[in-house]
């Protein structure tokens, strides 16, 4: 099995790859893992990860100069799909960041925070939310296997997905109100936090999307 993670010049890409080939060692899983920016890769993987991180203009923008955007569509209609972070955000209809198009797999937004807001107790929140935060579990999901409902994940965004279609979200955070922060439609699965720096939770879910078959 190859599995390949995009490179389009945008993101934390050799921390996801190096927790990537963690967590299929913690499956036993034999996968080849690629980090590649070659379109015919991609299309030959048997599965793959977005990832992504930065200003969502520049990312999409980055992505078609790649040329990969096409491969990646290809990838949303027939591979087990893992987004993470502004690469979930892409795969929205349209992000306020820039007024920018997405790939419209999903319907909806990718919306800012409100720079006004407070916790419970009066203390204004800063925009990018950033750390760790809370994940409730809205639906089942095989990738949520041996993690508990509520576990921790840490985030670093200014904005957050706001889908047309609730049917779609599978968790979500508050940040003071709830977003939703997982989002999955058949083989595709999008996280607004990064698995990479979530530590053991974060390798339990990408080692579940090694071993899932949607």
Request: proline share 4%.
């Amino acid at each position: 099995m190859m599995v390949a993670i995009i490179d389009y010049g945008m993101g934390n890409l050799h921390s996801v790859e190096k927790s990537v080939r963690a967590a299929a060692a913690l499956a036993d899983n034999h996968a080849e893992i690629v980090l590649t920016a070659d379109a015919d890769v991609v299309r030959r993987a048997d599965k793959v990860i977005f990832p992504g991180q930065g200003a969502m203009p520049d990312c999409m923008a980055a992505l078609q100069r790649s040329g990969l955007g096409e491969a990646v569509q290809e990838a949303l209609y027939n591979k087990p799909f893992f987004g993470i972070c502004v690469g979930a955000q892409l795969l929205f209809a349209h992000s306020e960041e820039g007024d920018t198009a997405g790939l419209g797999w999903f319907a909806g937004d990718v919306r800012r925070f409100s720079a006004h807001q407070s916790d419970a107790q009066g203390r204004r929140l800063k925009v990018p939310h950033m750390g760790w935060n809370t994940v409730r579990q809205t639906r089942a999901h095989p990738l949520f296997q041996d993690i508990a409902d509520e576990t921790r994940f840490y985030f670093v965004h200014s904005y957050y997905f706001a889908p047309a279609d609730a049917e779609i979200v599978l968790g979500e955070s508050d940040y003071p109100d709830a977003f939703a922060c997982i989002v999955g439609r058949d083989n595709v699965f999008a996280t607004q936090f990064h698995t990479e720096k979530s530590h053991d939770a974060g390798l339990l879910l990408l080692r579940n999307f090694l071993n899932w078959q949607p």
